[in-house]
């Protein structure tokens, strides 16, 4: 199983990114496909979860509004779409999947991408 993140970079502050995260070995819409982030010296921190069959997303409240999570289960990817980005946004972002209803926790996830740097400069 492996699980491919990109699209990270560098922007300034009101800019906007859109992560993707291409799964291999596994198939998306049977997993919950969260999103977290870990900036430096700091733990991981959820950013939001698309829900396997529904497709539904919870978004963490420091991400409601300006982030969205979407799906292409033809491309068997998830999209992590930032906007209003701010320099806090700033971390390595992550994308992972699970089996599991409890979603805001890392220990509960199966799979993890490698991480993709995001940069907010103000």
């Known amino acids: 199983v492996q699980l491919q993140a990109s699209g990270g970079g560098l922007v300034q502050a009101g800019g906007s990114l859109r992560l993707s995260c291409t799964a291999s070995?596994?198939?998306?819409?049977?997993?919950?496909m969260g999103w977290f982030r870990q900036a430096p010296g700091k733990e991981r921190e959820f950013v939001g979860i698309s829900r396997r069959s529904s497709g539904a997303t919870i978004l963490a409240d420091s991400v409601k509004g300006r982030f969205t999570i979407s799906g292409d289960n033809a491309k068997n990817t998830v999209y992590l779409q930032m906007n209003g980005l701010k320099p806090e946004d700033t971390a390595v972002y992550y994308c992972?999947?699970?089996?599991?209803?409890?979603?805001?926790?890392?220990?509960?996830?199966?799979?993890w991408g490698q991480g993709t740097q995001v940069t907010v400069s103000s």
């Open positions: 992972a999947a699970s089996s599991s209803v409890v979603f805001h926790a890392p220990e509960y996830y199966n799979y």
């Open positions: 070995g596994l198939t998306i819409r049977r997993y919950h």
